[in-house]
């Protein structure tokens, strides 16, 4: 079993005894996690983009912002939460000759130090909060007074503390009020990624064409078809995150019970079981991570193909007119 840390696990005068926190990057996550850490009294700054939409953003909500270097150089704790795939250009050229004796180095996702695209020096803490909520959920729950789970992991514990650095960061961002569970970086980047690519949004997009795509090659208005393929998978998922997969069947109609629960397996059968296996073996072997990260100006180029890709199908044409007659989408 996981071992879970509450706010009693975790002080916050680890950080503010005399510990600076740099936060570098000021989107979804890095406002959320800036402004819960500056509401608990922590002394936080930010490293921006000089003239980026961020800047001005921090400056509306009361920071004063450095430039990255500026922010790496005055910072103790520097947290990086701009994108993956932006953290390795970054941290070579604005933040690397920063990286002092008996500094920390954070973040919220492992994909850089797990596959190596981030070498820190040997004399420095590397640890991870990764909240499990968007940005806005974690800054409403703070707000709210309560918070959202999180993860915690030390990959580099040079000064014997670096669990209690990120616990301390966690309780400062309001997740140690819900619960805050310990892992390692590779442990939380490997099973990150394969939720995302095979489950989440690999996963979903394709069964919910390919349901979509059956039922409107047999003959059924696509109209319908969204409605019970994608527009009332929301409603399920709502069903399941509050109560479950038992508080879900209890919900839905006895016909609904036994066609999920005996053809369910026949569509999501053995075959994919075996699919997701050796998706896994390729996040595990450094595979996917080589073919995201290593040549950038071409998998950017092959993810922008896909993406262009993806408002031409006759679902999203569908799913625009349902959401507007639903008034979800203006």
Known sequence: MAKIYYDLDADLEV????????????????????????????????????????????????????????????????????????????????????MKEGKALGFSHGFNIHFKQIVPPPHVDVIMIAPKSPGKGLRDAYVNGFGVPALIAVAQDYSGRGKDLALAMSKAMGCTRAGVLETTFKEETETD?????????????SLITKGFEVLVKEGYQPELAYFEVCNEMKLIMDL???????????????????????????????????????????????????????????????????????????????????????????
């Not at 990624?193 to 997009?205: A, D, R």
């Open 240 to 330: 399941v995150y509050k109560s479950g997969f038992t508080g879900m069947l209890k919900a839905v109609s006895d016909t609904a019970k036994y066609g999920g629960l005996t053809v369910g397996p026949k569509v999501v059968d053995e075959h994919v079981r075996e699919n997701m296996k050796k998706i896994l073996k390729d996040i595990q072997s450094g595979k996917f991570a080589e073919e995201w990260a290593g040549n950038l100006e071409k998998s950017k180029a092959k993810l922008n193909a896909l993406m262009r890709e993806v408002p031409e199908h006759k679902i999203e044409e569908v799913g625009r007119f349902i959401r507007k007659m639903a008034g979800i989408e203006k």
């Open 193 to 205: 990624l394969f939720g995302e690519q095979s489950v989440l949004v690999g996963g979903l997009i």
């Open 15 to 98: 950080i503010k005894e005399e510990k600076t926190v740099a936060v570098i990057g000021y989107g979804n996550q890095g406002r959320a996690q800036a402004l819960n850490m500056r509401d608990s009294g922590l002394d936080i700054i930010l490293g921006l983009r000089v003239g980026g939409a961020s800047w001005d953003r921090a400056k509306a909500d009361g920071f004063e912002p450095y430039t990255i270097e500026e922010a790496a150089e005055k910072g103790d704790i520097i947290h990086m939460l701009i994108p993956d795939i932006e953290q390795p250009a970054v941290y070579r050229t604005q933040i690397t000759s920063h």
